[in-house]
DNA sequence: TCACTTAATGGACGCTGCGTCCATATTAAC
DNA sequence: GTTAATATGGACGCAGCGTCCATTAAGTGA
């Protein structure tokens, strides 16, 4: 968080070479593109993270706003929609993956990161509420999978792919697989909550998986 | 809808040729409650399996149960709860899970059969749906893990532990882990379907896991 | 500078679904 | 046969959806 929000709520801004009389009061009339869109996207983070999707509605996305409904529907096909760019616009969104040369390390950094996430944030219980409306919200389902979900599998599969070519990784195996097998079996947890996500958990999926079962 | 008179010849009239003779107009009064849960869970399935969570509404399934919503709210809590079971009423539901005493082709047989339920049913999408309605209904959630997610996980666990005495799994894995490496990858391509769920994917799951990834 | 164009606002609309509440009708239980 | 139980139809207020309009302000170019 800065210390200086360049479009608070409270007043203009004096830096801006215009000077601007009446800036606060808001009613109707045209109004900057970028701002409406700020302040939409910045209520919906808000409103997504503090009480999550079962009460995410555009009515209230939009008096938070103080946004008209007309202005969210002009950018946001439904309401999944505006709820995954919300939680981008609100979470910061770290898509750095460790390539340190040792594959089994990396993947169980990875993966702590992801128990630390649905342990201390709200996060992970707001990702898991997104997937669950994607079920049903087709604009959301696409948005997630080429925003997030496919830019991190990309991510995964290119970091085990260059360890296969290190000799790290049995080469006949298919990574995409790899990535269900560590990650899915995460969102499993998240989404199923019938056991807890913990660093025991985190270390297991990675020594089943290297080692293999058999004795 | 047009005040019909109280005698039961104006009713249901507009299209009398159907070939069931049960249907007659009902009226107030009470009914057999075995009678009214039936015809509730059955409406409950049939909309459930032919379109599914989206439209989904107690209001429908009052409609086409031809019953009261106050009967409906009696036993079911929420519409996810009432789906779920209207799931189980109308999907046959087997939770017979091989033990032939040959892990690794059990864990196959078992993927498999999860393959083909996602390909070849609506059953794969109806329970998609079901676990994304349960990441904002508390009392579907509840009801998912007590009676689908648990048992199924439970019967698994047991499996694998057999397996464990009988030599052919390492004894320090923890199974509940593999579960949701095997069943939580499954999971995970059907609720975020970046990659299909093939046989190759089944038999790679298993392959994975038994043999390991290192060289 | 000023007229013109663009677009956001407040407010309203009809609609669906929710969850609840009755009075009535009818069956089940005694 | 009488009584108690309860499912029904119908209505209620509420919330949210998605759309529409007239108003009003900001941006634009001459």
Same mark, same amino acid.
């Given at each position: 968080?800065?210390?200086? &929000?360049?479009? =608070? ?18 009613? +109707? ?22 009480? $999550? ?12 706003? $103080? ?30 993956? &460790?390539?340190? =040369? #040792? ?16 342990? #201390? *944030? &709200?996060? =992970? ?6 997937? $669950?409306?994607?079920? *049903?919200? &087709? ?10 979900? =496919?830019? +991190? ?44 996500? *913990? ?17």
């Amino acid at each position: 968080m800065t210390t200086a &929000p360049p479009s =608070g709520t409270s007043g203009a801004d004096p830096q801006e070479s215009t000077p601007r009389p009446a800036p606060v009061r808001r009613g +109707r009339g045209r109004r900057p593109a970028d701002e409406v869109r700020h302040d939409i996207l910045s209520a919906a983070g808000t409103l997504l993270l503090s009480e $999550g999707m079962a009460t995410f509605t555009i009515e209230r996305v939009a008096a938070t706003a $103080g946004v008209s409904k007309m202005s969210i529907y002009k950018w946001w096909p439904s309401k999944g929609a505006l709820a995954l760019d919300g939680y981008f616009a609100a979470v910061e969104n770290t898509l750095a993956f &460790p390539d340190t =040369g #040792d594959i089994e390390a990396d993947l169980l950094t990875q993966l702590r990161a992801f128990v630390h996430l649905t342990a #201390d *944030t &709200p996060a =992970g219980r707001v990702v898991a509420e997104l997937i $669950g409306q994607s079920q *049903t919200d &087709p604009d959301l389902a696409a948005a997630f999978r080429e925003h997030y979900s =496919g830019p +991190r599998r990309r991510l995964a599969v290119e970091v085990m792919q260059r360890a296969q070519l290190r000799g790290q990784l049995r080469p006949d195996v298919d990574p995409r697989i790899v990535v269900d097998q560590l990650w899915g079996a995460c969102y499993h947890r998240l989404l199923i909550p019938d056991e807890p996500i *913990t660093e025991e958990f985190a270390a297991g999926l990675v020594a089943n998986l290297m080692r293999g079962l058999r004795p």
